[in-house]
């Protein structure tokens, strides 16, 4: 349990090294608190309240969510439903203060240094944009599930993995969607796919097997637990691999 005039010193000799703008903090929010979803970045809600309480708590210091209702003029259930996520990203510290009273600790909000958030925002910039890049250099070529349903069948051959013919439909759509909308998490596929996620969970594993799909982990400072995403071989060399372009027998169909 912290004292209050130590949160106080820290605040003033560590947090604000610099105070910065709203619009300055709403931008590394962004970046913070962004969720992805088909490879597409999705803002969170009340991104502006959110830059707001956090400005205020570099001018002002630490604060109680009575006080953040009081200066910023909104309701305290406000204060609470736009601060909590970021409390949930260690962005901010809720600490509980010594007064030297009876009865339940007081409860302040203690914000991150700036030029941390500042560095954390950057290292997940960097991991979106590795993302980005890795898709560009996939989706050279966009096969069709004919094409796809081949080369797996083929490859699966090729490394002596046990395989059923049922099961080459799936997989292939999984595969389409990688080269079309890129990495992917499980999740994502069984969005678009609007199967069981089991049922994706067993398609993917396979294709990891096979070296078709790569499993990679989405993991920076800004996330509390990493992701498994899933990045396709590039079709080039998925073609190399085989040994041939993949092309479907007269007669075969979906």
């Known amino acids: 349990m912290e004292n209050i005039e130590e949160l106080n010193n820290y605040n003033l000799h560590a947090v604000q090294e610099k105070i910065p703008n709203v619009q300055e903090i709403q931008g590394l929010l962004e970046t913070l608190l962004m969720s992805e979803s088909n490879n597409k970045y999705i803002l969170p809600k009340n991104i502006d309240a959110k830059a707001k309480i956090l400005r205020t708590l570099y001018e002002n210091g630490p604060e109680e969510r009575g006080e953040l209702a009081r200066i910023l003029d909104i309701s305290r259930t406000s204060v609470y439903e736009n601060i909590e996520p970021l409390v949930k990203e260690g962005i901010v510290k809720k600490v509980p203060i010594q007064t030297g009273k009876r009865g339940a600790p007081r409860r302040v909000y203690l914000p991150m240094k700036f030029t941390e958030l500042e560095k954390l925002a950057k290292e997940k910039n960097v991991e979106i944009a590795h993302i980005g890049k890795y898709n560009s250099g996939v989706a050279q070529e966009i096969p069709n599930i004919q094409e796809l349903k081949v080369a797996i069948r083929e490859l699966l051959n090729l490394r002596d993995i046990a395989f059923c013919e049922k099961t080459l439909g799936s997989r292939a759509k999984i595969l389409e969607i990688l ?48 992701k498994n995403i899933y990045c396709p071989m590039k079709f080039n060399e998925l073609e190399k691999l085989i040994g041939k372009k993949p092309r479907a027998p007269e007669g075969f169909f979906l």
């Open 179 to 226: 080269y079309k909308e890129g990495p992917a998490t499980l999740d994502e596929i069984k969005d678009i796919l609007d199967v069981p996620k089991l049922k994706i969970y067993n398609d993917v594993r396979r294709l990891v097997k096979s070296g078709i799909i790569i499993q990679k982990i989405l993991k920076n400072s800004a996330m509390r637990t990493p």
